[in-house]
């Protein structure tokens, strides 16, 4: 039996849980520091036995994509500790991480319509933490690039300030840029299926170059912006929460499902008209265009997004 946890600060919240149908949430947050390396983690883990080994390999992943030099940003889920309890007869994972109360983006929108203000603040960090990510930084002390391969509003943490967080790295690869080598995880998992980009959907990306997972990434980030968006109150009028391509596919679409309205019917989630009276949601409509693009080397990048958005922040704050 294996038993994945993560634990944002001193509260400890239900993950996964595979071989019985019972949820158990913990109580209580007591990892102690073992002073094992995670390389004795993972011998660890690998000789468990455990059988689940799709779970083990998301969990080792997260915690080595989290432990590259140089990750660290305000708008990147903070990373604590990792450990792991064998008592022969099952195993507990644990990822420790930055608590944020107003838990993920897809609960925050279900919960909340947002201003225009705070459209700006959530679409802009989560373009800055994502830039980063993509971003190499050259020396000795370097990051290497990475892509996210599961970006969606369930992966994205609101903190208190109401600026996110990107979390679940899980699926994450890195680009040696001086090997010209592609680190992708073994697992099984691709992503979700809602969230896929036309050319994973019709098998057709180019994985030996690092650029198209980052090509990727930006498409779902033009979906997340669709959600944010959708929940900004424009006129008094505020539209309710859904999930992109809500009006077109089942609740728990197929890959087939998503590549026959993406790929075969080209669709894409619904620009309201109303929006091109509002600059905010002009600019950020035309921001999603650009995200969706069937070809993926004509989208935008993490950092030109960021700084088109930071542009609309001045003017935002020009005009207050």
Request: glycine letters at 6%.
């Amino acid at each position: 039996m294996l038993i994945v946890y993560t634990c944002q600060g001193h509260h400890c919240t239900f993950r996964k849980k595979k071989r019985q149908n019972i949820e158990e949430p913990l109580s209580e947050c007591n990892l102690v520091n073992s002073g094992k390396t995670l390389k004795d983690l993972i011998y660890d883990m690998t000789t468990s036995g455990s059988g689940s080994g799709m779970d083990e390999r998301s969990w080792f992943r997260e915690a080595e994509i989290y432990q590259t030099i140089m990750l660290r940003h305000e708008n990147i889920l903070g990373f604590i500790a990792a450990d792991n309890k064998d008592n022969g007869t099952w195993t507990q994972l644990w990822l420790v991480s930055e608590y944020h109360e107003q838990g993920s983006l897809f609960d925050y929108l279900n919960r909340n319509a947002v201003t225009i203000d705070s459209l700006i603040k959530l679409a802009l960090s989560i373009a800055s933490g994502l830039a980063h990510l993509h971003m190499e930084i050259v020396g000795t002390q370097g990051k290497p690039a990475i892509a996210h391969r599961d970006l969606k509003s369930k992966n994205i943490l609101v903190k208190k300030n109401e600026t996110c967080a990107i979390a679940d790295l899980g699926l994450a690869v890195r680009h040696d840029a001086v090997l010209n080598t592609i680190d992708i995880p073994q697992n099984p998992r691709v992503g979700t299926k809602r969230y896929m980009a036309p050319e994973i959907l019709d098998d057709v990306m180019n994985m030996s170059i690092f650029e198209s997972f980052k090509r990727a990434d930006i498409y779902s980030l033009g979906l997340v912006y669709w959600e944010i968006s959708r929940r900004c109150s424009i006129g008094g009028i505020i539209e309710e929460y859904q999930l992109p391509y809500y009006d077109v596919v089942p609740s728990d679409p197929s890959v087939e499902d998503m590549r026959r309205v993406v790929c075969e019917q080209k669709l894409r989630p619904n620009i309201p008209n109303q929006w091109q009276s509002f600059e905010a949601l002009r600019i950020m409509g035309r921001i999603m265009r650009e995200c969706w693009y069937a070809n993926g080397a004509a989208r935008l990048t993490a950092l030109r997004i960021k700084k088109t958005i930071s542009q609309l922040c001045v003017h935002e704050n020009s005009q207050a």
